[in-house]
């Protein structure tokens, strides 16, 4: 569970607690500090249990360090939150005590005292518990490792602890750093502890990379993760097109529509269908209720409402106000 603040600010110092709050109010508040100090997640409460939740982060020298206690609960990292903060940080979740599940990509990894694993912001991920847990999170730019770190994208949600020599010495680090973080005063001690942790994570992930190569039917899954992805990111946009889209990933129209014949669509059927499925997940929110169905659609990349009614209606079965209002029709 952890979170990004924007690109451009840093993050700060924070200490946070549900303690003191009414059992009401808590899980709103909980999402109010993650969203504004780490990065935007959707909640779910896991059982009946009253939500108890702290955090705890801790600056040094650009390394970005929480600590989280929480109550069992689902963390989710949605399209709808990259499109309100779309942050390029990778996301290190090591488990004190506990266990956590980690999904992204398609694959899930189970986590339990000592494990970790990776999940990249840039996309959906989602993070789980049933009972209470205490993690070690640590978020590192995107940035600083692509072009270093080879196959990125097919090491999020892998447990580093059965997978990598060098994950019980991050670990073994990690422990120590979190309980002696908020006492360092000195920044050129910060900075050597910083920048020895940095190295052990990138180590890591080298490691990981190097017996992870990709065979050729891995790259055109990669490709066609890429392109979902770049859909993902820019179906708000309605000047968003196939070649729009070809060009930005250097992919010819005709390659990308090969990739995606296997699922049995097209790229330019693809965007209007993820346009229509965020649609439809809008309407049903509750925090939503007040926006107009014409706001949603135009703020999901439809400028045209009739084509966006009709196309609604051929998916749903039912007109889009009808939907909201659950009157969808019953098979």
């Given at each position: 569970?952890?979170l990004?603040?924007?690109?451009?600010?840093?993050?700060?110092?924070?200490?946070?607690?549900?303690?003191?709050?009414?059992p009401?109010?808590?899980?709103?508040?909980?999402?109010?500090?993650?969203?504004?100090?780490?990065?935007?997640?959707?909640?779910?409460?896991?059982?009946?249990?009253?939500?108890?939740?702290?955090?705890?982060?801790?600056?040094?020298?650009?390394?970005?360090?929480?600590?989280?206690k929480?109550?069992?609960?689902?963390?989710?990292?949605?399209?709808?939150?990259?499109?309100?903060?779309?942050h390029?940080?990778?996301?290190?979740?090591?488990?004190?005590?506990?266990?956590?599940?980690?999904?992204?990509?398609?694959?899930?990894?189970?986590?339990?005292?000592?494990?970790?694993?990776?999940?990249?912001?840039?996309?959906?991920?989602?993070?789980?518990?049933?009972?209470?847990?205490?993690?070690?999170?640590?978020?590192?730019?995107?940035?600083q490792?692509?072009?270093?770190?080879?196959?990125?994208?097919?090491?999020?949600?892998?447990?580093?602890?059965?997978?990598?020599?060098?994950?019980?010495?991050?670990?073994?680090?990690?422990?120590?750093?979190?309980?002696?973080?908020?006492?360092l005063?000195?920044?050129?001690?910060?900075?050597?502890?910083?920048?020895?942790?940095k190295?052990?994570?990138?180590?890591?992930?080298?490691?990981?990379?190097?017996?992870?190569?990709?065979?050729?039917?891995?790259?055109?899954?990669?490709?066609?993760?890429?392109?979902?992805?770049?859909?993902?990111?820019?179906?708000?946009?309605?000047?968003?097109?196939?070649a729009?889209?070809?060009?930005e990933?250097?992919?010819?129209?005709?390659?990308?529509?090969?990739?995606?014949?296997?699922?049995?669509?097209?790229?330019?059927?693809?965007?209007?269908?993820?346009?229509?499925?965020?649609?439809?997940?809008?309407?049903?929110?509750?925090?939503?209720?007040?926006r107009?169905?014409?706001?949603?659609?135009?703020?999901?990349?439809?400028?045209?409402?009739?084509?966006?009614?009709?196309?609604?209606?051929?998916?749903?079965?039912?007109?889009?106000?009808?939907?909201?209002?659950?009157?969808?029709m019953?098979?």
């Amino acid at each position: 569970m952890l979170l990004e603040a924007t690109k451009a600010a840093a993050m700060q110092p924070c200490f946070a607690s549900t303690a003191s709050l009414p059992p009401r109010e808590r899980f709103d508040y909980w999402h109010d500090v993650v969203s504004r100090n780490l990065v935007d997640l959707d909640y779910q409460l896991v059982g009946e249990a009253q939500f108890d939740a702290s955090f705890h982060s801790t600056p040094i020298n650009g390394l970005d360090l929480c600590r989280i206690k929480a109550s069992p609960h689902v963390a989710q990292r949605s399209s709808e939150g990259i499109s309100r903060a779309d942050h390029s940080m990778l996301v290190f979740n090591f488990v004190l005590s506990g266990s956590l599940i980690a999904e992204q990509d398609g694959r899930t990894a189970h986590l339990k005292l000592g494990d970790g694993a990776l999940c990249d912001a840039t996309r959906p991920y989602k993070l789980s518990s049933h009972e209470a847990f205490e993690l070690a999170s640590i978020r590192v730019p995107r940035e600083q490792c692509v072009g270093r770190i080879p196959h990125l994208n097919r090491l999020s949600a892998c447990n580093l602890g059965e997978r990598s020599e060098l994950a019980p010495m991050v670990f073994g680090y990690l422990s120590h750093l979190v309980d002696r973080a908020p006492h360092l005063t000195s920044p050129a001690a910060g900075l050597k502890i910083s920048q020895n942790f940095k190295d052990l994570l990138l180590a890591l992930l080298a490691e990981l990379a190097d017996s992870c190569a990709p065979s050729l039917t891995e790259y055109r899954s990669l490709a066609l993760m890429r392109i979902k992805e770049t859909v993902e990111r820019n179906v708000h946009d309605a000047d968003l097109t196939p070649a729009t889209i070809a060009a930005e990933l250097k992919l010819s129209a005709r390659y990308i529509n090969q990739l995606l014949e296997a699922e049995g669509t097209s790229l330019s059927r693809y965007i209007w269908s993820r346009r229509l499925d965020r649609c439809a997940e809008q309407l049903k929110d509750p925090a939503l209720r007040a926006r107009g169905v014409s706001q949603i659609a135009m703020d999901n990349g439809f400028n045209d409402l009739s084509h966006f009614s009709k196309a609604f209606r051929i998916k749903f079965g039912v007109a889009p106000r009808d939907y909201r209002n659950g009157l969808a029709m019953q098979s």
